[in-house]
């Protein structure tokens, strides 16, 4: 039996269930200014999986790269979020 797809399966629903805090933590205390950081980082996840040698690792830092990218647009949304008062705005923000 072949248990990647499982293993890579369960390791991407419980990066991208980490990332859903993440990006409203991020939006609340940084704001959406903090994109670039998405974006370096999810560039250097999926620059690292192309010299990685085990499969299943390859696999989770490309779900790792492109959850980070995904945040990116996931971050501006969250203002959208804020804004309608489905989520707190930081009141230490201007």
């Keep these: 039996m ?3 797809g499982v293993a890579v399966g369960a390791l991407s629903f419980l990066i991208i269930g980490l ?3 993440i990006v409203i933590k991020g939006e609340y205390y940084f704001s959406k200014k903090i994109w670039p950081v998405f974006l370096v980082f ?3 996840f999926l620059g690292w999986t192309l010299f990685v040698e085990g ?3 390859s696999s989770v830092l490309g779900v ?3 959850t ?4 990116i647009l996931e971050l ?3 203002e959208k979020r804020v804004e309608k008062g489905w989520f707190p705005r930081n009141p230490k923000r201007k």
């Design 2 to 4: 072949n248990w990647q």
């Design 19 to 21: 990332f859903h805090p």
């Design 42 to 44: 999810g560039i250097l």
């Design 55 to 57: 499969q299943i690792l």
């Design 64 to 66: 790792l790269g492109f």
């Design 68 to 71: 980070c990218l995904w945040s």
């Design 76 to 78: 501006f949304e969250q």
